[in-house]
């Protein structure tokens, strides 16, 4: 099968959604200028460099209490902040109550039952026992091609490890089941994983 997806693709749902898989899942928290706080799920989410360390997520739809973003870029744009929470399977129905297109007042948090903790380097709260949380400064925010389709690109300024998921000195996404996006309603979970050399060192 071969499409143009300016074509479209014929099929019941988009094949391009579940393409590239499996994606890591950013779940962002992020706190308005007003205080309210809000938590939601990206799987256009991944770290893009090493030094600094930073991060991506990328928003691809809007809300009408929002304009031409949700909540989390709203935020984002005021005040400058983010924090990426790495979502177990053991939160996956949490973080999947988040995910709703809920009221901009709504505290995710306090929606889905999620115990939070205030940043140590940000103006801004992280889930509470996630296995590890990144907290970030904005670097810029890319407007992409198409309606409502921004990229978040931020500097990673503190980083928390759960204790448990660190091992002989190794953070270990077998510890504690890492959740990754499929595509459409689907995900998978990393529970064991191999090591390779590289040519060369």
């Known amino acids: 099968m071969f499409y143009r997806p300016q074509d479209g693709h014929g099929l019941a749902h988009n094949p391009f959604n579940a393409i590239v898989a499996p994606r890591p899942i950013g779940w962002i928290a992020t706190r308005g200028a007003d205080g309210a706080e809000n938590l939601a799920p990206y799987s256009f989410f991944n770290a893009v460099a090493y030094v600094p360390p930073q991060v991506m997520f990328a ?10 973003t949700k909540d989390s870029v709203a935020n984002i744009r005021e005040t400058g902040v ?8 053991a939160m996956r129905d949490a973080m999947n109550q988040t995910s709703g297109p809920w009221p901009r007042e709504t505290d995710e948090f306090a ?21 590890a949380a990144l907290e970030c400064r904005v670097t810029q925010i890319v407007t992409l091609q198409g309606a409502a389709n921004f990229a978040v690109f931020g500097e990673v300024m503190g980083i928390h490890l759960r204790d448990d998921c660190v091992i002989d000195g190794v953070f270990d996404v077998t510890r504690f089941s890492l959740l990754a996006r499929l595509g459409y309603r689907d995900y998978a979970v990393i ?4 090591t390779l050399d590289r040519p060369g060192e």
Do not use: L, M, Q, W
């Open 82 to 89: 983010f924090c990426v929470n790495v979502v177990e399977y």
């Open 191 to 194: 529970r064991e994983s191999f």
């Open 111 to 131: 929606h889905a039952g999620i115990d939070r903790v205030a940043c140590e380097t940000i103006p801004c709260s992280r889930v509470a026992g996630a296995p």
């Open 59 to 68: 928003s691809t739809s809007a809300k009408p209490d929002r304009g031409d």
